[in-house]
């Protein structure tokens, strides 16, 4: 059974968007709770199926629209903790990574609230299972890199293309689309290839799911179709040429896929 008494708080990654990418776990949290704070991510048909008596309260973000400020959905969840609700705060993906959970972590121990966390199936992994694909490969990529655009530049620190760069590491890019081309700049300045294999990935796991393969030179021109409201995962490397078993085979689809994104 899980642990969820009144008073508590559970920050709850609901996967990618499909509903059967839930972990048992999430569901079983999802329906105990009196109240749902939910992300812009966080899969329509997964918010559709709470019970009438939930309390659903959308604390959406996206890039440049956001509903509410950080503190102000810090405040929210320790006043309905507070008031004895089970509180969950459900985050798109798995609310580790990327999904700022060290602050509302943070402000529910300083108020001496329970918290805890349910991890959840991340954007990168379902984007390359959509695509029939793996994030590394045995001899080619044996590192993954998780970047978020948010990172990217225009920030006080921008990032690190020389360790970005690496030939054998695999880079998944989170809401990357607007950042599409200084990542292909900055990629290929700091010496990776201009035939890397780029997989672009829109509403992963989602009915409208796409893929959009291409190079690492062409990436700008690849998300020029996606829009900014448009969930998009950047999938760079080896691993991503197409689906393959061996290194000679990434390569040889890689040729074909840079043929066609020309």
Known sequence: MVDFAPG??????AGPGDPELLTRKAARLIAAADVVFYDALVGAAIVDALAPAQERVSVGKRSGRHSRDQATIDAMIVAAARAGKRVVRLKGGD???????????????AAGIRVMICPGVTAASAAAAGAGTALTLRGAARRLTLVTAHLMPGQDKGPDWAALADPETTLAIYMGRAA????????????????????????ASLPGERM???????LAFLVETVSDSEPTMLL???ALAAPATAPDAARASRRSDDALAV
């Open 236 to 238: 760079i490397g080896e």
């Open 95 to 109: 609310p580790a990574v990327f999904g700022r959970t060290e602050e509302e972590l943070a402000a529910c121990r």
């Open 212 to 218: 959009i393969r291409g190079r690492l030179s062409s």
């Open 180 to 203: 599409a081309a200084s990542v292909s700049r900055g990629l290929i300045a700091a010496g990776r290839s201009p035939a890397t294999p780029v997989l672009v990935v829109v509403n």
């Open 8 to 13: 508590t708080v559970w920050l709850v990654g």
